[in-house]
């Protein structure tokens, strides 16, 4: 079956605009997690959605990110008034069950603030 | 500051050799994952190890978990240039967390 999407691939922006990302997780997932990934640097987790459960939003870094996830399927992370430190990987995951357990990732969105 | 911490941060081998990586922790934890990553893109997962196993086997990948030592290795025995990859750990601190922790990574390069 389909793995975990990710839309746009890259993206390019000025610095002051907003950006959204798209993962579309794998069918019957019901957690979904957001990761931001510096050049060199490890994941740096930004929040997790499990079902229709309040999402943790612990890793957010600042209230320019905001994320959703409608029931089980694709998710948003809009990022607002982007600033040069935002440039980085931004990656989704998606895993079967609440819990630790094996997560699935998607390829990535690669973006630049300039 | 990082729940799992990978050494050494980069690995240089030649094709055929082994590689072992090493990945430390702080707090108690009822897993650990091994992941790797090429190109900086998206991550694969390779083996989970519970907190009541000692090792685990996968093909040419074997992980061992020490708790009393709050380590892990990754060993990939008879390496091939396309293991060249960068190794993530990730592991959920016991209790309920639900959010692993990555470390930065070890960065295999494996020449042919």
């Known amino acids: 079956g389909a793995g975990v999407s990710q839309s746009p691939s890259n993206k390019v922006t000025e610095k002051g605009k907003d950006v959204e990302l798209r993962c579309d997780p794998i069918?019957?997932?019901?957690?979904l997690y957001w990761y931001r990934q510096r050049l060199g640097q490890g994941l740096e987790f930004l929040i997790y959605?499990?079902?229709?459960?309040?999402?943790?939003k612990s890793g957010l870094p600042s209230d320019r990110f905001s994320a959703e996830r409608t029931g089980e399927s694709v998710s948003t992370l809009t990022i607002q008034r982007t600033q040069q430190e935002d440039s980085a990987v931004y990656l989704c995951?998606?895993?079967?069950?609440?819990?630790?357990?094996?997560?699935?990732f998607g390829p990535g969105t690669r973006l630049t603030v300039l | 500051s990082q729940q799992g911490e990978e050494d050494p941060q980069a690995l240089s081998i030649q094709e055929g050799e082994n590689a072992t990586m090493n990945c430390s922790y702080k707090?108690?934890?009822?897993?650990l994952q091994w992941y790797r990553q090429n190109s900086g893109r998206g991550l694969v997962h390779l083996i989970l190890?519970?907190?009541?196993?000692r090792e685990k086997h996968s093909g040419r990948l074997r992980v061992t978990l020490d708790t009393s030592k709050k380590s892990s290795s990754l060993l990939i025995t008879a390496s091939r240039a396309a293991d060249t990859a960068s190794y993530f750990c990730?592991?959920?601190?016991?209790?309920?967390?639900?959010?692993?922790?990555f470390g930065r990574g070890t960065s295999l390069i494996v020449h042919p």
């Open positions: 707090t108690s934890i009822n897993n």
């Open positions: 990730a592991t959920d601190a016991s209790g309920g967390s639900y959010i692993p922790t």
């Open positions: 069918s019957g997932h019901t957690a």
């Open positions: 995951a998606s895993s079967r069950l609440a819990g630790v357990n094996e997560q699935f």
């Open positions: 190890i519970r907190s009541n196993e």
């Open positions: 959605f499990q079902g229709n459960s309040a999402p943790d």
